[in-house]
């Protein structure tokens, strides 16, 4: 399994960034897909979730409203749109396969192994 995240940066707060991963490794089409963040000193934590054909997402309260996730099986690549980002969106942001394709709060990674990341800082 093999995910590369990209797309972070600095962005202003109330601005925008999206994310994507690129995955390989396993068959993509036939899994939902995640994101997750990591902030300092804190766990990682699920963000947002997309089904494996993309008609169904699921997000954590926090991001509601704000973040898109969507995917692109063509491409092997999932996303994640954010807007009106705040200083807590500053993190590091990783994807991982998920398991199911309905959920209700939070939901865990399918893979133990993860990729590096891509860093988002959000400046005020």
């Known amino acids: 399994v093999q995910l590369i995240e990209s797309g972070g940066g600095l962005v202003q707060a109330g601005g925008s960034r999206r994310l994507s991963c690129l995955a390989s490794g396993f068959e993509f089409a036939s899994y939902a897909m995640g994101w997750f963040r990591q902030a300092p000193g804190k766990e990682r934590g699920f963000d947002a979730a997309?089904?494996?054909?993309?008609?169904?997402?699921h997000y954590a309260e926090s991001v509601q409203g704000r973040f898109t996730v969507s995917r692109d099986n063509a491409k092997n690549t999932v996303f994640l749109q954010m807007n009106n980002l705040q200083a807590e969106g500053t993190a590091v942001y990783y994807c991982?396969?998920?398991?199911?394709?309905?959920?209700?709060?939070?939901?865990?990674?399918?893979?133990?192994?993860w990729g590096q990341g891509t860093q988002v800082t959000v400046s005020s």
């Open positions: 991982n396969a998920v398991d199911g394709n309905t959920w209700s709060g939070s939901v865990g990674p399918q893979y133990d192994s």
């Open positions: 997309v089904s494996w054909y993309g008609g169904n997402t």
